[in-house]
């Protein structure tokens, strides 16, 4: 049998127990009732302890939301989703507000602690492997905010981020420590009108991330937070707020996981970046959702909206994504290029394996003069997938000297599975340059021989040609990242070919 | 105990036969051409021994220090010391050679149940052997053959065959595709791996090869059959007569 076929025979089977992450944690938990309604959002905006404005702004978005319609243009396709049969607020019981990792849940902890993830104010990555002919790398810090269900349940090295001036908080505190920072951007970039789970987020999110960089500051370390799912039935909803202020710099990593579970589950997760003059932000994200069994049953609805502002001139956002979990990504990382001179970037690698559906992409929006922007999507489709690049540059009419380039690379892995391109260019003034290309190409095996006669087993040669494909946006996440991930794909791409 | 035996070996290709009926014996430290024409089947016979998908063995055996090849995956038959350099060897990009050779040659030992290169000692082995082979070091930082010439390419099988020490080592046509320079180097390179107890099977198109790599046996192939075998004065003869009077005997 030649070997791409004998891979497609073996993609057929998506190997559910590869997921690695999918444990339960056994806790007691609180939960809101089931569905949603004005008094659930009251629930949940009671449970936050939030002030007045903020309810209102909940229920404003609630009221805007009955009125709105799911889209279905993406390339998606999914049973319809019983918005009442979700719970919309779980937090670990007892909830009392944490002052130290001590007072958090062991269990909890133990959980973080088998994802890999250092709550513990050592927080160094472990694992991590010098290349061949390098140094170990420079032990960084990263200061974590783990989200665990509906609640931000650990942040380390507050202190020391303290004493830089970066306020990194969840946000439900500092909705109620820094109103006025919160009141002044939140919405500011995904309005609560934006679209139908944007909407949705603004209603019921509990809990995220915060973060604000003064003037000048470059944030000490990286910033990063982890979002689980442990609860059934439970739709995770959460926000984050960036703000760079004039001159400052900021990365931010962000990663997910999620037990195994039959039913679908549902996370409308919305993003704001804002970066005034000179700033800029630099999030990645590590996708790694459950992404369903081998009958595609099962598996996480990640349905995001996630956007940046270069409201300053000259400044930067740079979105990196790894996305290889998930039943269905409909996500696209933008850039709003409203600053003279600013620059958007958008790297993503998006895997798709079994029966996951991905329709993802970004958004180049260039409002400023003389705006830049660069898109490297990377996508790779095997099993019976279907991987989807969706697009979009304009160029406003006073944008002159708009320029962008994008390079959109398909890989397929056998014959099932389906790769898309759907580029939507919008050039209203005559002075911008916008370049596309874009490759689809199937994993070649003469390549595969090659590996294996070298030794490698069918898996580590497809997990190798696969790193090597996307290598270039590999690049882009911070060292110890690059590592994890590049695990990751090879673990995405096991359950493809064992 | 022969190191390689081929015995009667029919093989197909989508439904048609391209082996039909061969057979080869090699012993530990001796070197074997095979010779024929385009499309007699050499590389066919390379690929079936390294295991490569897509071929079809209808009838006979290959034995490999006397254990059944046939019933090996492709990585377990590299690991138990089968090595084929390519008539073409492919690209990989985005992967590094340095890279490749290191989780090769791991994936390798660890199959054998070795303990892996620490990274000193890999990098001291690649310097050396990549140095006697004329490979800079800023080649083994590019993508696996990615903008090689034909002399890199063919120079990095080489460098790999070294590293990996394999019991047995095909060359599918090394001599394709290079010129003089090009060809002694990579000739050189192979003839430092001769040890009494590594046997080579050199494939080869033209007689111009076996004046750098001296076989000690030459096999003229032609429509699927061994039709002639001798010492290394039958590839002479070739070079004279050409391939004509065994295309008409096979
Ligand atoms: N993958 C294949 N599909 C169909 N025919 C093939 C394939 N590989 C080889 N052949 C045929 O088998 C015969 C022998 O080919 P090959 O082994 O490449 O010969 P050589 O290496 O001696 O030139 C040729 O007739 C060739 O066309
Ligand atoms: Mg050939």
Redesign the pocket.
């Known amino acids: 049998m030649p070997a791409v076929q004998e891979t497609v025979e073996r993609v057929k089977r998506i190997d559910v127990d590869q997921y690695r992450y999918g444990f339960e944690t056994l806790i007691d938990s609180e939960k809101a009732p089931k569905g949603l309604s004005e008094e659930i959002v009251k629930f949940i905006s009671q449970k936050k302890n939030d002030p007045a404005w903020m309810l209102q702004w909940r229920l404003e978005a609630y009221r805007r939301w009955l009125t709105m319609t799911e889209p279905t243009w993406a390339r998606v396709e999914y049973p319809k989703i019983d918005f009442q049969d979700i719970y919309y607020y779980a937090a670990p019981k007892p909830k009392k507000a944490v002052s130290s990792l001590d007072e958090i849940d062991p269990e909890i902890l133990k959980t973080y602690e088998k994802l890999g993830i250092p709550l513990r104010e050592v927080a160094m990555l472990e694992g991590i492997e010098p290349k061949v002919g390098e140094e170990d790398p420079a032990r960084r810090k990263i200061a974590v905010d783990a989200v665990f269900d509906s609640v931000s349940v650990a942040t380390t090295f507050k202190a020391e981020l303290k004493k830089a001036g970066v306020i990194f908080m969840p946000i439900s505190e500092a909705i109620r420590e820094h109103p006025e920072l919160v009141q002044k951007y939140l919405g500011s970039v995904v309005p609560t009108s934006d679209n139908f789970y944007a909407t949705l987020n603004s209603a019921v999110f509990s809990d995220g991330s915060f973060v604000y960089v003064p003037p000048g500051v470059r944030c000490p370390m990286e910033l990063s937070t982890y979002f689980r799912i442990n609860e059934r039935n439970t739709g995770q909803f959460e926000r984050t707020l960036i703000i760079a202020d004039k001159g400052s710099y900021v990365s931010y990593l962000e990663g997910c996981t999620a037990p195994q579970r039959d039913e679908n589950q549902l996370h409308a997760a919305v993003v704001e970046l804002v970066a005034l003059d000179d700033a800029e932000i630099k999030y990645s994200t590590v996708q790694n959702w459950y992404p369903g069994n081998s009958e595609g049953k099962g598996g996480i609805y990640n349905f995001v909206t996630k956007r940046g502002d270069c409201r300053g001139a000259h400044s930067k956002i740079s979105w990196t994504q790894v996305e290889t979990g998930s039943a269905i990504t409909w996500k696209y990382p933008s850039c709003i290029l409203r600053g003279d001179n600013s620059r958007g970037e958008f790297y993503s690698i998006a895997i798709s394996n079994g029966f996951q559906q991905v329709d993802s992409g970004t958004k180049m929006i260039h409002l400023g003069k003389n705006t830049s922007s660069r898109i490297i999507s990377k996508g790779i489709a095997a099993g019976k997938s279907q991987n989807t690049y969706r697009g979009l540059v304009t160029a406003h009419r006073k944008a002159t000297g708009a320029r962008n380039f994008t390079a959109c690379d398909s890989l397929l892995i056998g014959d099932k599975c389906g790769a898309h391109t759907v580029p939507y260019i919008e050039a209203k003034n005559s002075s911008a340059t916008f370049e596309h290309e874009a490759t689809t190409s199937k994993i070649s095996e003469d390549v595969l021989f090659y590996c294996i006669q070298r030794g490698l087993s069918q898996e580590e040669a497809v997990g190798l040609v696969v790193n090597g494909f996307v290598k270039d946006v590999l690049q882009q996440l911070p060292m110890e990242f690059a590592v994890e991930a590049q695990k990751l794909i090879s673990i995405s791409l096991e359950g493809s070919v064992g | 105990m022969a190191l390689l035996e081929v015995k009667d070996l029919k093989v197909r ?2 439904e ?1 036969e ?1 082996l039909h009926g061969l057979s080869l014996t090699v012993n530990e430290g001796e070197v074997h051409a095979i010779m ?10 390379s690929h079936v021994i390294a295991g490569k998908p ?1 071929y079809e063995v209808t009838d006979g055996q290959i034995l490999f220090k006397g254990e059944d090849l046939l019933e090996m995956d492709p990585e377990e038959r590299a690991a138990k010391g089968v090595f084929l350099a390519f008539q073409y060897p492919v690209e990989i990009p985005g992967v590094a050679t340095m890279t490749f050779l290191r989780t090769a040659l791991n994936a390798q030992r660890k199959a054998r149940g070795e303990s892996e290169y620490s990274t000193p000692d890999f990098l001291k082995k690649v310097r050396e052997v990549s140095k006697s082979l004329n490979i800079p070091q800023d080649m083994l930082k590019r993508g696996v053959n990615v903008g090689f010439s034909g002399g890199e390419k063919k120079r990095n099988e080489v460098l790999q065959m070294a590293l990996f020490e394999p019991a047995l080592c095909i060359l ?1 046509e090394m001599d394709s595709g290079l010129d003089i320079d090009a060809l002694r180097i990579a000739a050189d390179g192979v003839n430092a791996l001769r040890t009494p107890k590594r046997a080579m099977v050199v ?1 080869t198109h033209y007689q111009r090869l076996l004046n750098y790599i001296i076989p000690d046996f030459v096999h003229v ?1 032609s429509r699927g059959r061994v039709v002639k075998s001798g010492d290394k004065q039958l590839a002479l003869e070739l070079e004279e007569s050409g391939y004509a009077q065994f295309e008409e005997a096979a």
């Open positions: 290709v989508e048609r391209i024929g024409p385009n499309g007699s089947g050499k590389s066919t016979l897509g599918d494939i192939m």
